[in-house]
Structure formats: structure tokens, C-alpha cells
């Protein structure tokens, strides 16, 4: 028996503004992930790539179309069905967003405290063990400010992927990272990712990174221009 989709977007349209000044930036959206995919998505600034994004990761309303994520339409669907959804995806945004009060533990541990079922020991050890994955145990007591910029984004990626999220929504990982440490943050969201079955849409300008794709999608002016495999 076939695996459901875990993202399933029929015809989305999607508009900015109101009246004379409404604009139309993503038009008949069609598109499927399955399952532990790594899907990545390019296209040039401004082609509507990161309001896609949000709208699969229930942070915008979807105004047409159908848009079915873990089973659950989108569309109209009430505050607390998206709050639901919501707890299920990993978000990795470009800026690492981690709170400067709070050490590398605490970020990471800070996307879990809404698990009724984890006891505060559970929660802190679940935190300890993501950030040892990504290569930081020795640095679990550090704040942002002590932490380089490969190190903030591996704190993002442990904070994204400690609840074992079944999507995780990727924009722009890599942008503020050199070469090496970009590779190491995408290899490490590849290799976590597939041992807790998560489907990944990675959006990037990084064309160093595209061999981590099981496909590849392109976005240009509001359109999914082109669905090809993985570049060999």
C-alpha cells in the first residue's frame, strides 16, 4: 500500500494586498512530499519561495486551493488545527533566531516544553542527546554569543529536529555560512532527518548543496517551473 503524502498542495494561488493594490504572487501550486524525502526548492529572490513555505508551515493562511499537511487541510481550517500542525514541523529559518539569554541546552529544549508526556529530566536529557548529534556536547552550557555562526545554526537544526518532527521546513540554512560549515549543517539535517523519517523541503540559493536532494523543485515568478531528479 502506498505512502500517504505527507505535504499535498493542489492548485494554491496566493495573493498579497487588497483591492487595486492585490497581487498575485504564487499561482496554481501543485505539488507532493512523501515520507522521509529530502526535497530542496530554488529559484531567484522574490519568486515566492518563502510565502510557500509559510503556508505549508501553517505560519500564513492559505486563501486557494487545497493544502493538506500530515493528513489535515489547511484551508479554513481553525486556530487550534494549525497549532496542532504546527507542533509537528522542525522550522530552520536563515537567521538562527536563538534567544541570547538562554544557553544551547535551554534553546534546544525550549521547542519541547509543550510535550505534556516528557518529564522536565526527559525534556533536558532529549535536548543534551540532539545537541551531542549535531556535534556540540562539549558546548551545551554556552550561550549565542559564545557560539560561532556554524555552531548557532547547529543549535537551530538540534532545536528544529529534538521533538522528531515529521516535516521540517528549511529557509536559507546555509546562507550565512562558509563552505565547510554549511556542508556540515546540511549533511547533519540529511543524516537526522532520515533516521526519524522526517520529509524535509530545504529552500536555498546554495548550489553546493543540491546533491542532498531526492528531487529538486523550481520556483520562478509565483511558478513551479520545473521538477527534475537529483544532478548526479
Known amino acids: 500500500m502506498p505512502q500517504q503524502p505527507v505535504i499535498a498542495i493542489s492548485h494554491v494561488n496566493h495573493y498579497f494586498g487588497s483591492g487595486r493594490l492585490r497581487k498575485q504572487v504564487l499561482f496554481d501550486i501543485s505539488a507532493e512530499i512523501q515520507p522521509g524525502e529530502i526535497l530542496i526548492m530554488t529559484g531567484p529572490s522574490g519568486s515566492g519561495k518563502t510565502t510557500l513555505l509559510t503556508l505549508i508551515g501553517a505560519l500564513r493562511s492559505t486563501q486557494e486551493g487545497s493544502m493538506r499537511v500530515l493528513g489535515e487541510e489547511l484551508r479554513d481550517a481553525p486556530k487550534n488545527k494549525l497549532v496542532q ?7 530552520i529559518f536563515q537567521a538562527h533566531n536563538l534567544l541570547n539569554s538562554l544557553t544551547a541546552r535551554q534553546n534546544v529544549q525550549m521547542s519541547i516544553e509543550l510535550h505534556d508526556h516528557l518529564s522536565e529530566r526527559d525534556r533536558r536529557q532529549q535536548a543534551e542527546a540532539m545537541l551531542a548529534a549535531v556535534g556540540l556536547s562539549d558546548w551545551i552550557n554556552y550561550y549565542p554569543q559564545e557560539l560561532s555562526g556554524g555552531q548557532k545554526q547547529r543549535v537551530a537544526i538540534a532545536r528544529a529536529l529534538v521533538g522528531q518532527p515529521k516535516i521540517v521546513l528549511a529557509d536559507e540554512p546555509t546562507a550565512a555560512l562558509d563552505k565547510k560549515s554549511g556542508r556540515d549543517v546540511v549533511d547533519i539535517m540529511q543524516r537526522l532527518a532520515k533516521q526519524q523519517g522526517s520529509a524535509i523541503l530545504l529552500v ?3 548550489n553546493r548543496i543540491l546533491d542532498v536532494a531526492d528531487r529538486l523543485i523550481h520556483m520562478e515568478d509565483g511558478r513551479l517551473s520545473s521538477l527534475t531528479a537529483t544532478p548526479v
Open 85 to 91: 500542525v504546527r507542533r509537528s514541523i522542525g522550522y
Open 204 to 206: 536555498t540559493h546554495d
